[in-house]
């Protein structure tokens, strides 16, 4: 059996803060990350609080997550290295759709675009 990538068993939380630090460092706002994560998982500010209160880690972060969006595949584009839409592992692709979605964010884009409305 493989080993579990190290990210898995790491609290949302402790990595919250960098994804912040990172699009405030690019003149977005906490706000706008919130935004991301809940149309990505179907969290609201309460569920998202809970999760950064009792320390879940990633797994159990997106296994609780209330809908992942429908919207998933049209989150396309190289992070880390990877072509997030050919990740072969579900949890690890959506660790990095979201790392993609905050990414874009801190690259200055529309947040329609973003959130992949028309």
Do not use: H
């Not at 991301?36 to 998982?41: K, M, R, Y």
């Amino acid at each position: 059996m493989m080993k579990k990538p190290r990210i898995f068993g790491m609290s949302f939380g402790s990595v919250y803060p960098l994804y912040i630090q990172k699009v405030e460092k690019k003149g977005r706002t906490q706000a706008e990350v919130d935004e991301v994560i809940f149309w990505l998982t179907g969290y609201d500010e309460a569920g998202l609080e809970r999760v950064l209160d009792q320390k879940v880690d990633f797994e159990t972060f997106f296994e609780e997550a209330p809908s992942m969006n429908p919207n998933v595949s049209l989150i396309t584009g190289v992070i880390c290295g990877y072509r997030v839409e050919e990740i072969e592992d579900p949890l690890m692709q959506q660790i990095r759709y979201l790392d993609k979605l905050v990414d874009e964010l801190a690259k200055g884009k529309a947040m329609e675009k973003v959130l992949r409305q028309n």
